[in-house]
């Protein structure tokens, strides 16, 4: 190492060019600490890609960009750690991006159901002009849209009873996330809609508040909801995303090289994450099986009904101002199915 010092430091006392010394120029990174919270446990699909991305960026930056995961909302709920990222308060948070929509109303359009027929799509969408349109609507809000992760397709769980079919949710008090599209469709298929925060989820269910929540597979296990609830029923209904956020205020003080390596390493946690995600979802509901929960298959006329029922919700998120971004992730995703 020293010898190549010395062979560097001679080359540039001989030649003193500018172009000689752009040959030696070190990458811009300064030793920060990433503060990079989020809201599942640390053996989760979220915590294992957390710690893709903050290895992954380490090794790009020569151990000078440290991330530092933050597990079980230990920072805060995802609302909260969005006002931390706004306020500059903490650096980086990966979220639903249905808790969005307090920022960016448009969020709200990847919540209505039975929009995404398979991942395949989700990814074009998402990673797509779409996908990436909407991401920078937040930039004026004061975050920065950095990639799309995959929280899942969504799946019923409950105490009360199996849900086969709409009229089997009559009454069952039903966490969703703080999103009125959450709220409306589950209210217009005759649940009780409880609006409450993730990292309140398992008490609720616990101390039985609620009867019930809806999440992917990959939450249930590794949320232990199966300890808690009994019922499983797999509708499918929302194809959900995640969205990994910086702080803007933080953002703009980073050099043009520490964004490119940030950007670069969400990249390659984007694509691990989807992998190991989905190989997660396979196994998981036979674990769930194993751990004593009773499984529902939900017939497709029964899907087609639900559908039917959720009008009103995808109606009421038009007439809100959520016309023009229902058309065009219509558009968007029809440009996919072709
Ligand atoms: C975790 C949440 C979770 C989401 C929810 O912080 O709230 O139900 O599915 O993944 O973002």
Redesign the pocket.
């Given at each position: 190492m020293k010898k190549l010092i010395n062979a560097l430091a001679v080359a540039l006392a001989f030649t003193g060019t500018a172009g000689a010394f752009h040959a030696v120029h070190a990458a811009d990174y300064k030793p920060r600490i990433i503060r990079f919270g989020?809201?599942?446990a640390e053996d989760s699909n979220q915590g294992r890609a957390v710690k893709h991305f903050a290895d992954d960026l380490s090794k790009r930056t020569g151990g000078k960009l440290k991330a530092r995961g933050f597990a079980s909302?230990s920072l805060g709920s995802?609302t909260q750690m969005q006002n931390a990222l706004i306020g500059g308060a903490q650096e980086m948070t990966v979220?639903?991006t249905a808790?969005l929509v307090g920022i960016v109303k448009d969020f709200g359009v990847y919540d209505l159901p039975f929009l995404f027929a398979n991942e395949k799509e989700a990814d074009a969408v998402l990673d797509g002009p779409f996908g990436q349109k909407l991401a920078a609507k937040l930039q004026d809000k004061g975050l920065v849209g950095l990639v799309y992760w995959e929280?899942g397709f969504r799946n019923l769980t409950n105490t009360k009873r199996p849900v086969a079919k709409l009229e089997d949710l009559q009454g069952i008090k039903l966490r969703v996330?703080q999103n009125p599209v959450y709220i409306d469709m589950f209210n217009s298929f005759g649940a009780n809609a409880v609006p409450l925060p993730?990292s309140e989820l398992f008490t609720a269910l616990e101390t039985k508040t609620v009867d019930g929540q809806e999440?992917p597979v990959n939450?249930i296990q590794s949320s232990k909801f199966y300890e808690v609830q009994k019922y499983l029923s797999l509708t499918k209904h929302v194809y959900?995303p995640?969205i990994v956020l910086a702080s803007k205020k933080w953002w703009d003080g980073l050099s043009a090289d520490e964004k490119k390596a940030i950007q670069e390493a969400a990249v390659s946690s984007r694509d691990f994450e989807r992998k190991d995600s989905r190989e997660a979802a396979v196994k998981a509901v036979d674990f769930l099986k194993e751990k004593g929960m009773q499984v529902t298959v939900v017939s497709d006329a029964e899907l087609a009904r639900m559908r039917e029922k959720a009008k009103p919700a995808f109606d009421k998120f038009a007439a809100d101002g959520g016309a023009e971004v229902i058309k065009d992730l219509q558009a968007a995703i029809a440009v996919v199915r072709k």
């Open positions: 989020y809201g599942l909302a995802d979220v639903s808790t929280n996330m993730f999440n939450t959900s995640w």
